[in-house]
């Protein structure tokens, strides 16, 4: 279950690349414990999943990903507050569209 330094950024970042993605997709993604490689098609509740890179059956669902100790390190945090500033620009920028696009149409109709 320990992860080297390597394979901890790379859970932190799929991770937190995951939870922004929920909001907009559909995918289901795991994430091994041995590893920290991401794997599709699972639910966010599930363990024991086999990971197809390593074999180990050690991939669990986002929503027990999150619960992982290494997601509570300093570098998980600061990364994850970098994602949610990103997803909060996005959504504000697709909100100033709308509202453009809005007052276009007020113009012309």
Known sequence: MGLSKKQ???FIKGVTRALARQFTSLDNPGFCYTC???RDGCEPDAI???????GASEVRGLMYATEH???RTEY???HLNKQIDLYEKERNRLKARRRYNFKMEQRIG
């Open 76 to 78: 998980a945090k600061k």
């Open 8 to 10: 901890q950024i790379v």
């Open 36 to 38: 920290g490689e991401e």
């Open 48 to 54: 024991k999943y086999e990971c197809p890179s390593c």
């Open 69 to 71: 100790p290494v997601m």
